[in-house]
Structures are given as structure tokens and as C-alpha cells.
Nanobody, 124 residues
Framework: QVRVDASGGGSVQAGESLTLSCTASGLRIEHYSMGWYRQAPRKEREGVGCINYNSERVFYADSVKGRFSISRNNEKNTFSLQMNSLKSEDTAMYYC?????????????????RGQGTQVTVSS
């Protein structure tokens, strides 16, 4: 069974940092583009960003550009989301996903391989 599960969420104060991790099982991420998206209560899913298989292309949503950073470690089959200068509007359930390509921001919303999310709560 393929799973792509996020972890590392928590509760922080505005301005602080948090790093989320994504672990894939049943799938070698080196063959896939990877991405993060989030969903806040009563809101639609929002793409955060994606990274292609060899890290040559990385795209971010305007709302997180300059504050969040996506990286991957194909050897360890993991990838991560470094979140700095967190704001209350970043509060959401965060999910990671795997897909075929990363050609622009928002493409992560189309990815088919997903899993369990992790909650991030930012207090102002």
C-alpha cells in the first residue's frame, strides 16, 4: 500500500519556525515530484508548493514564498517543509503528496498519492 504521510506539526507562536517531514512507504520518491498542500477549517485546499524529482524546480504559493522552503532527500525517501516566520493564517492541516510533475505552483493539488496530514496551529 502506498502512503505519503506528514508529521512534525504542532502549536507555535507567530514568528516562530516549524519543520514538517514527509515519509513515503510503498513508493520511491526519487521517481516523483513531491508537494505540500494545506487545508484550514471551512476553507478549500490550498497548495503550498512542489519540488520536482531532482530538486531542479521548486515552486511556492505566493502566500508562503520567502518564508517556506521545500527540500527532499531521495536516499532517505523523505522530504520536508521548513516554515519560518509563521503567521496565524498558516494555521491548517498540512499534507504531503506525490505526483508526476512540478511545472508550476498549485500542481501539487493534482497529485494522486497522499496520506495522513499533520496539524499546524499558529497563535498570534
Amino acid at each position: 500500500q502506498v502512503r505519503v504521510d506528514a508529521s512534525g506539526g504542532g502549536s507555535v507562536q507567530a514568528g516562530e519556525s516549524l519543520t514538517l517531514s514527509c515519509t513515503a512507504s510503498g513508493l520511491r520518491i526519487e521517481h516523483y515530484s513531491m508537494g505540500w498542500y494545506r487545508q484550514a477549517p471551512r476553507k478549500e485546499r490550498e497548495g503550498v508548493g512542489c519540488i520536482n524529482y531532482n530538486s531542479e524546480r521548486v515552486f511556492y504559493a505566493d502566500s508562503v514564498k520567502g518564508r517556506f522552503s521545500i527540500s527532499r532527500n531521495n536516499e532517505k525517501n523523505t522530504f520536508s517543509l521548513q516554515m519560518n516566520s509563521l503567521k496565524s493564517e498558516d494555521t491548517a492541516m498540512y499534507y504531503c503528496a506525490a505526483g508526476s510533475s512540478c511545472l508550476g505552483p498549485g500542481e501539487e493539488l493534482k497529485y494522486g498519492w497522499r496520506g495522513q496530514g499533520t496539524q499546524v496551529t499558529v497563535s498570534s
